[in-house]
């Protein structure tokens, strides 16, 4: 019955019995710091560390997963991107000031719509070029019929017709070339000192970094707008796995229950300066929209052949504690500290010849946070 009633009462309380019943073994300050410690969350002698997922995600520890190479499978982590053909940059071909906004982020525009109007001098003298180069060009087509009716009268020598004929072709090479002016800045605006700046392609406002009543600059970036009907993972891969990947093979995108089947699109024959590893782009079917870009993913890809499969892991989520190589792995309640065994690197990561099975979730970026935390609790353990 004392047992039961111990348990049932708040922690802090029952550590204080539990110390007056140990006759003085514990003190009340020690109950209360052992208490807080086990409501805070922090590692225990087992190297496990406690941590929420908010705790997580403001001490920003991003997690990554083990890579398995060879084997006749290769699978690793991969971030979904826009289609390189299907996303557009729409810039100011024109300096001026921004007068009108017609989309917003992730709203979706037709090809040749309106994003933006532009007002400025250049875009005037644009617009007035075109509206003399018309007045010129309908001068010049009327003195053309007045000296083809003299001439067919035989009053007007032939040369005045043929210098009529020369001038009206000039007028309308001058009008042309006007058009083609405003029609590279933009387009028309609706005013003489306006232009419009229209959509390359159809698809969403992935970005727009303007605002109304903004004074931009020529060439300045205004919108990226997105074909997102296709998607695109772009893998690093060993020279040896990529000499196994052909354009067309098969690829699985994994994101919880989320599946898709990619295709290999290309395949790099060069390999990166940096990581000395060759690119591989694989092209995902987006048209039920259910991947979004920059969006972390898992893809899977056969290989034919291999050997034995090899671990690995990026660097960054490899600490030394205690003179080992350690990496932390995700568990329901934080992270666990895991000693490994290392091989040679690859690039940014490197092979793991023992400690690991190969379908855990490490903590990558800023695992070096999960190493002190640790140290702290073993401080505060010996102490």
Do not use: Y
Request: glycine content about 10%; proline content about 4%; charged content about 20%.
């Amino acid at each position: 019955m004392k047992t039961r009633t111990i348990a049932a009462l708040p922690l802090t309380l029952a550590a204080l019995l539990m110390a007056g019943c140990s006759g003085g073994e514990k003190t009340a300050d020690d109950a209360q710091n052992a208490a807080s410690a086990a409501e805070e969350g922090h590692a225990d002698e087992e190297g496990e560390i406690d941590l929420s997922a908010d705790q997580i995600r403001k001490a920003g520890i991003e997690t990554v997963r083990v890579i398995r190479s060879g084997g006749g499978a290769l699978t690793l982590p991969a971030t979904i991107e826009g289609d390189p053909q299907g996303m557009q940059v729409v810039s100011a071909a024109i300096g001026g000031r921004v007068v009108s906004l017609t989309r917003n982020l992730g709203q979706s525009v037709g090809r040749g719509q309106t994003l933006a109007i532009i007002e400025s001098r250049e875009a005037a003298s644009l617009n007035a070029e075109i509206e003399a180069a018309r007045a010129r060009l309908a001068l010049a087509e009327s003195n053309l019929r007045r000296e083809q009716r003299l001439f067919n009268e035989c009053v007007s020598p032939e040369q005045d017709l043929i210098a009529a004929r020369t001038a009206a072709t000039e007028a309308r090479i001058a009008l042309r070339l006007a058009q083609q002016q405003v029609s590279a800045a933009g387009g028309g605006g609706g005013a003489l000192n306006r232009i419009a700046i229209s959509a390359p392609l159809s698809g969403q406002v992935v970005a727009r970094s303007v605002t109304l009543g903004q004074t931009v600059a020529a060439d300045a970036e205004l919108f990226r707008v997105a074909n997102l009907g296709r998607v695109a993972v772009t893998l690093a891969l060993s020279p040896t796995d990529a000499g196994k990947v052909r354009p067309g093979s098969q690829i699985e995108i994994v994101s919880g229950d989320r599946r898709s089947v990619a295709r290999v699109d290309f395949v790099s024959p060069i390999l990166d300066e940096t990581t000395r590893l060759a690119s591989v782009i694989a092209v995902i079917d987006n048209r039920a929209g259910q991947w979004r870009v920059g969006e972390p993913v898992t893809a899977s890809i056969q290989l034919p052949g291999g050997g034995p499969a090899a671990l690995l892991v990026p660097q960054s989520a490899v600490q030394t504690v205690e003179g080992r190589s350690t990496v932390f792995v995700r568990t329901d309640h934080g992270f666990r500290a895991t000693p490994i065994t290392l091989g040679n690197p690859s690039g940014d990561n490197v092979v793991v010849t023992s400690g690991l099975k190969g379908d855990e979730q490490l903590a990558g970026p800023n695992s070096f946070t999960l190493k002190a935390e640790l140290g702290k609790g073993e401080a505060e353990h010996g102490h």
